[in-house]
C-alpha cells in the first residue's frame, strides 16, 4: 500500500493513475486546500480501481501515523505543499510550515510506524540561477525565494535523516515544468484563480477566458528573445515516480532531475498551442518577470542510468493533452 500525500492536486492525480495502472494500492492524503476530490473520483472511474481517500493535514503527525498504521503503508509518495512563488515572497512562513514543517510531521508519523520509503517532490528551483547548463543534480543550490527554499531545506532535512539512519530509501526527484494532462482529457491542472505558470494560461487564452498571454521579456538572450525551459509531461513525470519507487529496493538516497533535457521557449510554446487547438493565442509582450531565469533545462541522464526512466512524450502531445483537458472541463473540476 502506497501512501500519496497530495494525492488530490495535479501531480498527484497523475501519480495516482501511474501507481494503481502499475497494481499499487493507493491511499491518498489531502488538506484539499488546492485541489478537489473530484479528480479522485476521475482517477477511479479511470483506473477501475478504489483509492481510500483522507482529508487530512501532513502537519497532523498523529492522523498520518494513524492512516500508516491502519492501511498497512509500505511507501510514501509525498507530493503534498505549496508551490507558487510570488505567495512565498508575501507569506514566507505559511511556506515553511506547510512544506518543512508538514514534511518533519511527515516523515517523523513514518519513522514511528517504520515505513522507512519515501519518495519526494521537490523542484528544479533548488538550484536558483543557472551557471552552467544543462543542470545536473551536482549543480550548486541556491533557490532565490521561500518556496525554493522550503524545497532546498526539507532536501537537506532528508539527507541528514538518512546519514542519521541508513536503512532508509529515499528519492528525491527534482521537477522541471510539469505541463499537460492525462490522454483522456478527464484529469489536469485546476488553477485556482489567476494561473501563475505558462500553459495554464495560454489554454485559458485558447478557450477564451482570458483576453491575452503576457509574455514576460522578449529580450532575453535565446533564439527569439523568450524565456527557454523545459517542459515536461505530466504523464511522463508521473512514470518517473513509479520508476524511483520501484528503484527504493535497497536502503540508500538518489536525488534526481525529472525533465526531458531539452528547452522550449515561450512563444514555440504559443505557437505549438495554436496549431494543436487551431485557435489563436492573442500576446502582448511585457516587462520581464522578477526572478525569471532566461535558460533553464535539465541534464536528464542520472534518472535514465540509475533507475531507467526517460520522458517520452514531445511539446505537441503534451499541448494537445492539455488542450483536450482545457476543452473537455472549460470550468476545471468545477469547483467540486
Ligand atoms: C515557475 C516557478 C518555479 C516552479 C514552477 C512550477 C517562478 C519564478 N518559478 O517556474 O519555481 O517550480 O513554476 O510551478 O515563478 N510566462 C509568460 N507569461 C505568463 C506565464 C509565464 O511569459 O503568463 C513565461 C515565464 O516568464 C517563463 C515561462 O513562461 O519564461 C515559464 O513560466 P512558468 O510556467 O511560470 O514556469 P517557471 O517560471 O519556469
Redesign the pocket.
Known sequence: MILLTGGTGYIGSHVCMALLDAGHDVVAVDNLSNSSRASLERVKSLSGRTVSFWHADIQNEEAIYEILRACGVTAVVHLAGL?A?AESNVAPLTYYENNVLGTMRLVSAMKRANVKSLVFSS???VYGMPTYLPLDEKHPLRPTNP??RTKFFVEEMLKDLYKSENDWRIAILRYF?PVGAHESGLIGEDPRGTP????P?VAQVAIGKREK?????NDYNTSDG??I?DFIHVVDLASGHLCALSHLKEPGLLTANLGTGKGAS?LEVVRTFEAVSGRSIPYAIGER?V??VAV?YADPTLAAARFGWKATRSLTQMCADHWRWQLKNPNGYGGT
Do not use: Q
Open positions: 508551490k512563488v523542484s528544479a528551483t518556496y525554493g515544468n501563475n505558470n505558462l500553459l494560461f498571454l503576457v509574455i514576460w521579456g523568450t524565456g525551459r515561450v518577470r526572478g525569471d533553464c
